[in-house]
């Protein structure tokens, strides 16, 4: 198999009481276990493409293939977005970021109030399921974006560090229609360690290739 489940990172109740348990196990062992299933079937009759890295197909999918292109887009999309998502939450982080990356929000949004406020509008605002995201542009600067379904912010090769999913599959048990309330609440899991490593990481690429 080219592409695997990975485990989640910390138990399924972990995340209580942000988001339960129940959510958490369907949402990883069926809906992101489905996306990766889909990915390797499409990709079977490709053992080339089977080799590369999940980044590395999504920034180059409009080179792919034609037949593989959307189980990329779709799947291996959702591949990527549900890994990074997992690794961006964790239980009992720090409330905020530190270091390079908070000042980076406080240049690109002025402070981080204002930042998580035009976050969340992204996330409330994206119509049907997607994503919201804070991206590194090409100046090695912030940005916030909303894509619909499983499309990424990897597909025109940016790197994300933050992600939300705002597919009802990924709040409703809890939270019902009241998606502000979901993303509201949110912020309480996110692993800012980890969006720190990201940013860095991300904002060195940027810079290396200018
Ligand atoms: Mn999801």
Known sequence: MAFTLPPLP???????????EQTMRIHHDKHHAAYVNNLNAALEPYP?????????LLATIDSLPEP????????????????????MMAPGGAKEPTG???????????DFGAFKEKFNKACVGRFGSGWGWLVVD????????????????LMGGRMPVLGCDVWEHAYY??????????????WNVV???????????ARGREMAQR
């Open 138 to 153: 090409r100046s090695g600067g912030l940005t916030i974006e909303d894509t619909p379904n499983q499309d990424t912010p």
């Open 100 to 110: 390079a990356l908070a000042e980076a929000i406080k240049k690109a949004f002025g």
């Open 48 to 56: 080339d493409l089977q080799k590369k890295s999940i980044e590395e």
């Open 191 to 201: 692993n800012w360690t980890d969006v720190s490593r990201r940013f860095e990481k």
């Open 173 to 186: 048990l809890k939270y019902q229609n009241r998606r502000p309330d979901y993303v509201a609440a949110w």
């Open 10 to 20: 910390y138990d399924y109740k972990a995340l209580e009481p942000t988001i339960d």
């Open 68 to 87: 593989v292109r959307k189980p990329v887009r779709n799947n291996g999309g959702g591949h990527a977005n549900h890994t990074m998502f997992w690794e």
